[in-house]
């Protein structure tokens, strides 16, 4: 994740003073000056001792003539003459020009350290300074010391250079991912509330710390957040795979609707996706979407149709679809006068055959007579609108669905919304279908 903008740290470093110096060293100083911009009404002016302005004028030419050694001689000379917050922050400015100069970060460091522990200095400037103390440390993997000047420039007003992720990060390396992603999110919020578009970056980070720490509800959630800014298929796959994968157990119900999603998504690009969906289907008696989703891999070129393992699948299942079909006409007719399970049982295989508003009749019925699993029944009767183009009436469904299958759900909702509500490639064509066990 990029955590940086342009980081301008050389716009920290002013000349702010003027030393005693030689008429020639006074002369060019004075060119150099009439160059910049008049000082405002009320800017910072440090008053500084005449001691150390003999001893830090040498400092201050040479690096502006970039002598690098001669600047840190000198600095060595005047560091100990510095003794008031005025003379301390000035002596870190001098020695930051020349850790700039130098491209030293430690030397910028201890620059910076002085002139934050001075307590001084322009007042629109302070809150620059401790971000860049911060980031110093942050690259030296100074955890501490990062943490608190990063929120100490935070509390001051700061919100440039992605400030907030830089904190975050810190928050994920101390082990605190909760209290990183919240900052994370925090950090999001404002990108759009500005008017602009976090990058994606942002999301996979988030995504990726909390399926380290194996938070599985903070996975669901910054997965969906990704998909919801980046709807594109490779986001949908990565999102319902790691999803997927934090969620080693969930039941085969639940799993062939995470990979109807897929499908719909455009998800599904292997061999073993295509076997995984294929076999769970036909372990529900949906035999015609199980055919259907194998000869969707061959057209791909992820799946041989004809290898053993989709053979077993592809042609047990072949045989079993028209006798399928017939019975789910009969079954279909049936559905007002249907117990609540059978109204079901139809319907789930309804929607396996794509014959998503006979699908939709079976979930109402089965739902209005009651007795059966609420969530199941809305979860698929949201999927069979969605596949239908009623979005608003399949996210209505979906809210209704609690328990395992609510992260599913949110899913479901989130596709109705961000790609759109049209039927996924499902489904062999021609009449009615299956069998009806509990798809």
């Given amino acids: 994740m990029k955590l940086l903008s342009t980081l301008s740290l050389g716009t920290a470093a002013v000349a702010l003073f003027a030393v005693a110096a030689t008429p020639a060293d006074a002369q060019r100083r004075r060119e150099r000056q009439a160059e910049q911009p008049a000082a405002a009404p009320g800017a910072y002016t ?3 001792s005449r001691e150390f302005r003999a001893a830090v004028a040498p400092a201050d030419e040479a690096a502006t003539q970039q002598n690098w050694a001669a600047a840190n001689a000198a600095l060595a000379t005047a560091a100990p003459l510095a003794t008031t917050p005025d003379e301390k922050y000035t002596l870190g ?6 850790g700039l100069g130098t491209n030293d970060k430690a030397v910028q460091r201890a620059a910076l350290q002085e002139i934050v522990d001075s307590g001084v200095g322009p007042s629109e400037q302070l809150p620059r300074f401790r971000f860049f103390l911060g980031n110093l ?11 608190r000047y990063l929120n100490e420039a935070i509390q001051a007003g700061y919100n440039e250079n992605n400030v907030k992720l830089m904190l975050a990060s810190v928050y994920f390396r101390t082990n605190r991912t909760q209290q990183g992603l919240q ?5 999001i919020n404002e990108e759009r509330a500005a008017g602009r578009v976090p990058p994606q970056d942002w999301y996979r980070r988030g995504a990726s710390v909390a399926y380290q720490g194996q938070m599985a509800p903070e ?9 919801e800014a980046y709807p594109t298929p490779e986001n949908w796959r990565s999102a319902l795979v790691i999803y997927e994968e934090a969620n080693e157990n969930l039941d085969s119900q639940v799993m062939l609707d995470l990979y109807r999603l897929k499908r719909a ?12 969906y294929a076999q769970l289907a036909y372990d529900r008696g949906l035999f015609g979407e199980a055919k259907a989703v194998v000869d969707e891999g061959q057209a791909s070129g ?10 077993q699948i592809y042609t047990p299942a072949s045989q079993r679809i028209t006798a399928d079909r017939r019975e789910l006409t009969a079954s279909g007719g049936r559905i007002a006068s249907a117990s609540a399970a059978d109204a079901l049982d139809t319907a789930n295989v309804a929607l396996a055959y794509g014959e998503d508003q006979l699908a939709v009749q079976g979930y109402r019925a089965a739902l ?5 699993d609420t969530n199941l029944a809305n979860m698929r009767l949201g999927i069979a609108l969605a596949r239908q183009g009623q979005g608003e009436e399949a996210r209505a469904a979906f809210a209704q669905v609690t328990g395992v299958r609510k992260p599913i759900a949110d899913f479901w909702t989130l596709y109705t919304t961000s790609r759109g509500s049209a039927a996924p490639a499902a489904a062999p064509a021609a009449a009615p279908a299956a069998t009806p066990t509990a798809g």
């Fill in 93 to 98: 400015q001098v020695r930051l020009r020349v």
């Fill in 46 to 48: 440090p008053t500084l």
């Fill in 137 to 147: 440390a942050y690259e030296a993997n100074d955890n501490a010391a990062a943490e």
């Fill in 302 to 311: 992820d799946v041989q149709r004809t290898a053993p393992a989709f053979a």
């Fill in 265 to 276: 998504t455009g998800a599904l690009t292997s061999e073993r996706d295509y076997f995984t």
């Fill in 219 to 227: 996975v669901a959630k910054w997965t969906r957040l990704q998909v």
């Fill in 368 to 372: 209005q007579k009651g007795g059966i």
């Fill in 183 to 187: 900052l994370l999110e925090q950090a």
